[in-house]
Each structure stands twice: as structure tokens, then as C-alpha cells.
């Protein structure tokens, strides 16, 4: 295999680590290798103990490794945690030198514009994502590059993480031994993976309920329009379970995943034994009280991310309904309890458009792994254009917020 054609992404996530090697034969996505770890050290996307997190990071590199047989060198990674920010915003320019044919340097141009004019505060911009453009004030394409005009202008969707959880991310990654080389936040790497076309034209949410966050991407009119992360997912859910019948978070995770389901309504009778923590005997609990207590976190869950998007007026525009992905997508009934508090149409996605350990990948908890992966992709197909995000070779330091962003963040977050 040639190592310079391959891609190899890094989920770090709060539950799990995994390491995926991919490659493109005949235009398609082949995933080639994966090495898995159990997480340890992060806590709600963030890193909590360095050391550990280091550890199962290098754990993952290493299956990674044994299995594709060459040591890996630079990773495109995840950027988790809840404190992201997104804004949309919009930049022009007016050519000095009349119409002319628009090349790929005047959207870099466009780009640079938009990001230098962003004062640093505590944040990185990690992604200007294009939603449309605009030529001579009326046109509106979705691809510039070729058209003539003499003036250009560009909608975008921004996605700023705080710098020192992007630091501390870094830093693991980097001590574990392998470069980040670029970073996609959560959402919109599960997004990527699990998205048809045609739901982005509709208008569509994508919500990714890990074991730490709770991500949230947001489509209108085909261009991503809103990002968010909340800080309750699965680990809440374990936690309930051990707090309401006083067992170990293993032994609460244990029941929550062989028998937990979404609805109360749906659940039998059953006896579970469990052994609460300092007790010699198992005791009995009743499967309704489990389900009583996994449906009463996830209903909060979600009527959390409902409030987001009543707020911001995406209840009534998301017409290709609501995409659940993420680790906790696996629990029965949960899409019934979604249309329930959603009041519309709710699908659970999987990463889908690619090939190779289909078996192990195609479930819901490896969206945003094999979304990093098809976010790259079309790097991926033509070398010439760069492995890197147009920041990659930027001063980290210039990459930060505009007072006026912030200003205008505060109100709507
Ligand atoms: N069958 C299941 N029923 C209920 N919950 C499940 C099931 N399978 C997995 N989960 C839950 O999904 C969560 C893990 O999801 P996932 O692997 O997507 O998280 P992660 O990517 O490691 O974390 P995050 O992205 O939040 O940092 C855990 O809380 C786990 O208990
Ligand atoms: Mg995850």
C-alpha cells in the first residue's frame, strides 16, 4: 500500500479511542486497519488526566499499527468537548482589477480575509466552512471557481473551540506519538458520515449522543448552519443507573446495555440481580425501574436539544427530520422516544460510503470516526490539493475570535 495515500484518522472519544488507517482504490473509501482503545482520562470530551488519555490513545496507534504494519506518523483527529461556539458569517470582495475568472487563490483569499479579521479571545477557529456564494451582488453558486464576476462574496458557517481544551488535546495527541496534523469537530464528522444529500436539501439534524457529549449539527437549504455540543450523553445515563441503585458504574453500564430500552411503556417485568457496592448478596431490581430511569435521562436530553433548536427557529425548518447517531443510538425504542418529544420524523444513523471492517464500523458510535475519514476524502482523491485545513499552516495565535463575534455570540448562546 502507499503510505502517502493513505489517511489515518484518530477518534478520541470519552468512552472509546479508535485509530482508523483508509485509503481510495477506484474512487472509493477503504478502511484498511483499525485499533481500538478504552478511554481513559477524558471526561465530557475533554481530557482530564493527560497521562491516561496518552495511554489509550498509544494503545489504539499501537493495534492500528500491528495491524496495517507500518508506524503511523501524522493523524487528522477529532476535536470533541462542549465548549464550542458557531456563528454564521459573511465576507466579500470587490476585484481592483475588474471581472474576472474567480480561481481557487481569491476563495483562499476570501478566507484568509474573513479569518484575519477575527480578533483572538480565548478561541480557535477550526473551521470556515462555505455555505454559498455570491458573484456581482446576485448570483448565488455553490462553486465559484472558473465563474466570472468582479465582485465575490461568501456565507460561511464558523466553528470556534476554546484554545487551552485544543491545547490540552494537542498536546496529548502529540505525546502519544503521533503529529495531529488537523482536527474536524464532532458534529461535523458525524454528520458527514451519516447524511444523504437529500436531507441536507430538506433541512436536517443530526444529533450524536456519545458517552460524554451530545453533538448537534444543523443543515438548512444543503449548508451546515449550526453546531453545538452539550455536555450529557451515556455516561449520565450510567451514572443515574449506579446512583439509583447504589452498584458500581461498571455494573450499571453492564445493565444499562444488556437490558436497558428507551420506553417505559414497552418494558416488562423482568428481574435483574445486581450486587450494590459493599454488599455481600446480589439484590433484586425490577427492569421498570431501569427503564424508567434510562427514559427519564434521555427524555431530558433530548427536550435539551429541542430547546436549542426552538430557539433558534429549526423546529419547523428541519423538513428531512432528525438523525440519531452516537453510541447511545443503539438503545431500543430510542428512536420512538425521539418522534415522541420531536414531534417528527426520527432515523438512527450509521456512517455509510465506504468500505473494509464493515462488520466492526458500520454502527452508530463510529460516525464521527469514519466522518473524519469522508470529510478528508476529496483530499484524499487529489494529492495536489493539500492534506490540510486552510489553517493547518496558519499561526495558531492569529486564529481566535473577533470581539465583534463574541458580541454577537453572547446573545444568541
Ligand atoms: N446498546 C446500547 N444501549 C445503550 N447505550 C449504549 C449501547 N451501546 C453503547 N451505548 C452507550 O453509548 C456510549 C458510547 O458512545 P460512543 O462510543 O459514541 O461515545 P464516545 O465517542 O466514546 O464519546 P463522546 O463522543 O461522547 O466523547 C456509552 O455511554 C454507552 O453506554
Ligand atoms: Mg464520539
Request: glycine share 8%.
Amino acid at each position: 500500500m502507499e503510505k502517502n495515500k493513505s489517511i489515518v484518522v484518530l477518534d478520541v472519544g470519552t468512552h472509546k479511542t479508535v485509530v482508523a488507517v483508509g485509503e481510495i482504490k477506484e474512487g472509493e473509501l477503504y478502511i484498511t486497519g483499525v485499533g481500538e482503545a478504552l478511554t481513559r482520562g477524558l471526561e465530557k470530551g475533554l481530557v482530564v488526566r493527560s497521562f491516561d488519555a496518552i495511554q489509550s490513545i498509544k494503545e489504539a496507534v499501537d493495534k492500528a499499527e500491528s495491524i496495517i504494519g507500518y508506524k503511523i506518523d501524522g493523524v487528522i483527529a477529532n476535536a470533541s468537548g462542549y465548549h464550542i461556539v458557531c456563528a454564521n458569517e459573511r465576507e466579500e470582495e470587490t476585484f481592483t482589477e475588474g471581472a474576472k475568472a474567480i480561481q481557487d487563490e481569491d476563495i483562499d483569499g476570501l478566507l484568509n480575509k474573513l479569518a484575519d479579521s477575527i480578533e483572538t479571545n480565548g478561541y480557535e477557529i477550526l473551521h470556515i466552512i462555505p455555505k454559498k456564494y455570491k458573484l456581482d451582488g446576485y448570483n448565488e453558486v455553490e462553486e465559484p471557481v472558473g465563474l466570472t464576476a468582479s465582485k465575490l462574496e461568501g456565507e460561511f458557517h464558523l466553528i470556534l473551540v476554546r484554545e487551552n481544551d485544543y491545547k490540552n488535546l494537542k498536546r496529548v495527541i502529540g505525546e502519544a506519538g503521533v503529529r495531529p496534523i488537523d482536527f474536524v469537530v464532532n458534529p461535523v464528522a458525524s454528520a458527514e458520515a451519516v447524511l444523504y444529500e437529500d436531507e441536507k436539501d430538506l433541512g436536517v439534524a443530526v444529533i450524536d449522543i456519545g458517552a460524554g457529549t451530545t453533538d448537534i449539527a444543523v443543515f438548512i437549504d444543503r449548508g451546515l448552519d449550526y453546531t453545538a455540543s452539550i455536555p450529557i450523553a451515556g455516561n449520565q445515563i450510567t451514572m443515574d443507573i449506579a446512583h439509583r441503585f447504589k452498584i458500581s458504574k461498571e455494573e450499571a453500564e453492564t445493565i444499562k446495555v444488556d437490558y436497558g430500552t428507551a420506553l417505559l411503556e414497552y418494558a416488562d417485568n423482568s428481574i435483574i440481580e445486581v450486587l450494590p457496592i459493599g454488599v455481600d448478596e446480589p439484590i433484586q431490581i425490577n427492569n421498570v425501574e431501569l427503564v424508567e430511569t434510562i427514559e427519564a435521562r434521555l427524555t431530558e436530553i433530548f427536550e435539551l436539544v429541542k430547546a436549542k433548536l426552538d430557539k433558534k427557529g429549526y423546529t419547523n425548518k428541519i423538513k428531512g427530520g432528525i438523525v440519531l447517531t452516537g453510541g447511545v443510538a443503539n438503545t431500543p425504542d430510542i428512536k420512538t422516544l425521539a418522534e415522541a418529544v420531536f414531534k417528527t420524523d426520527v432515523r438512527i444513523g450509521k456512517p455509510k460510503d465506504f468500505k473494509g471492517y464493515n462488520d466492526k464500523l458500520y454502527k452508530p458510535e463510529y460516525s464521527t470516526t469514519v466522518g473524519i475519514m469522508l470529510y478528508h476524502r476529496a483530499n484524499l482523491i487529489d494529492n495536489s490539493v493539500g492534506l490540510f485545513s486552510i489553517f493547518a499552516d496558519r499561526d495558531i495565535d492569529i486564529l481566535s475570535f473577533v470581539k465583534k463575534l463574541i458580541e454577537k455570540l453572547k446573545g444568541s448562546f
